[in-house]
């Protein structure tokens, strides 16, 4: 079947992509539209690298055709950096050693979006909850939890963000 | 061979419609958490598949006596919206946060186990799977009957699961889930237990395991154990050893079988005890 041209909202742009059916949006960021923060590790939905915000929620994009965001907001990791300098969270990863070789860090950056947008002040638990579909297979968790904290507390790396 | 055609229905008598014309060539598929991975991997090659999402199946809508959860409905949408706690309990462990928010009700009743724990908990309360087809309309299959071995179900090639009926639950629930880690984990075993008492007896009873055997399933000779007894440290051992003896559980790389045979006594008799305490 011919491709098809799906339009949705990208990090707040109006993007046109097309593609062929069954085309993942991971797929579709990646190697149509040139958005390659969004990383892929496992394709199989356990490793959460390609997790983007869809709407509000955490999916993850390399399962995920893309016809089903027609219409919709998708938000990369590419939208929450600023021009100029780091996102709160980014900076929070960098001051903790939250990243090592940095593959996970894009998902783990998206759902932790995800979680402080709806949860300004989440427990340790409640991180550690959220994060359980995010495989890092480098710092460990306490650093990436402890950068986490630290954003929700609104500090400088001064307060909440304890390693354990 | 790549797909040739993604078909959303906005509709369910649409969905019918494509799944009659197009029978068994289609891959139907709801939030494509199962059904994507093998895609990915080149396993599954389907020439045509259907994506659920739009055929107005997403929803979980409280009815005399139950609920009514939409094939559709996503793990996240039944864990936030269904009153039923042990519903709740099942999905928080079925996965991550982002699997939850893709990943559909209807959809988790054909993971293969270690996976599909949500049944556990629809199959101790006794749930009913409404399936739909063009030409003969609907029935509802007890879920205890839904299954018919390892990746194998009751559905003809024409026929649609497009609801689940959950019963309010008449007596104590719960549901307990053991795997290596806290949470997100593939399941060693899970057990899920509801009672009916009467009189100091039990009157009724429903033992469910997941992890244990070809497809989620019911232990009845535990349920026999402790059917018409007062729930004592007796009727939970006696039911418990059942359980271990009919599960039929499996080697992988999580568990041995013969653990796993030993955590189910284990964790039915947990879950017993929550029920009795």
């Known amino acids: 079947m011919a491709s098809k041209i799906v339009t949705f909202t990208l990090n707040g742009r109006e993007t046109e992509v097309m593609v062929k059916p069954l085309t993942t949006l991971a797929k579709a960021l990646r190697e149509k539209l040139g958005f390659t923060a969004t990383k892929c590790g496992c394709y199989e939905g356990n490793c959460g690298s390609c997790t983007v915000i869809l709407n509000g929620e955490p999916v993850l994009s390399c399962i995920l055709p893309v016809e089903e965001v027609e219409g919709q907001n998708v938000l990369t990791l590419e939208g929450i950096t600023p021009t100029e300098g780091l996102h709160p969270l980014q900076q929070a990863f960098h001051e903790n050693f939250a990243v090592q070789c940095g593959f996970c860090s894009p998902g783990m950056l998206m759902i932790s979006k995800a979680l402080l947008d709806k949860n300004p002040h989440p427990t340790k638990a409640e991180i550690a909850e959220a994060l359980s579909g995010n495989l890092c297979r480098c710092t460990g968790y306490d650093p990436i939890i402890a950068a986490v904290q630290q954003v929700a507390a609104g500090s400088n790396g001064n307060q909440g963000g304890s390693h354990e | 061979m790549t797909t040739q055609a993604y078909f959303r229905p906005r509709s369910l008598a649409e969905a019918l419609g494509l799944l009659d014309e197009h029978g068994p060539a289609m891959l139907v598929m709801a939030g494509g958490t199962l059904a ?8 599954s090659r389907p020439e045509k598949v259907m994506g659920l999402r739009q055929a107005g199946l997403d929803y979980v809508r409280p009815v005399d006596g139950g609920v009514h959860i939409g094939a559709a409905a996503s793990l996240a949408r039944l864990r936030a919206e269904s009153d039923m706690p042990l519903l709740a309990e099942a999905v928080k462990n079925v996965a991550g946060w982002a699997v939850q928010n893709m990943g559909t009700a209807g959809g988790n009743l054909f993971a293969p186990p270690p996976a599909g724990d949500l049944a556990v908990a629809l199959l101790a309360l006794d749930a009913q799977v409404k399936v739909a087809s ?3 309309g609907e029935r509802l299959v007890p879920l205890a009957e839904f299954y018919t071995g390892f990746l194998t179900n009751c559905l003809a090639a024409d026929e649609l699961v497009v609801e689940i009926q959950v019963p309010r639950p008449a007596g104590k629930a719960v549901l307990l889930k053991y795997g290596r880690l806290y949470t997100n984990t593939p399941a060693i075993v899970t057990v899920a237990v ?13 033992v469910a395991l997941n992890a244990v055997g070809p497809h989620p399933l019911r232990a009845r000779q535990a349920e026999i154990a402790l059917t018409g007894f007062s729930l004592d440290t007796a009727a939970i051992a006696a039911a418990s050893r059942a359980a271990a003896a009919e599960c039929e559980p499996y080697t992988d790389p999580i568990a041995s079988a013969e653990y796993r045979r030993r955590m189910t006594g284990v964790f039915v008799q947990r879950a017993l005890a929550q029920v009795a305490a």
């Open chain 2, 36 to 43: 994507m991975p093998l895609i990915n991997k080149g396993v």
């Open chain 2, 194 to 206: 509801h009672l009916v008492a009467e009189n100091g007896r039990t009157r009724d009873a429903r």
């Open chain 2, 134 to 136: 063009l030409k003969r």
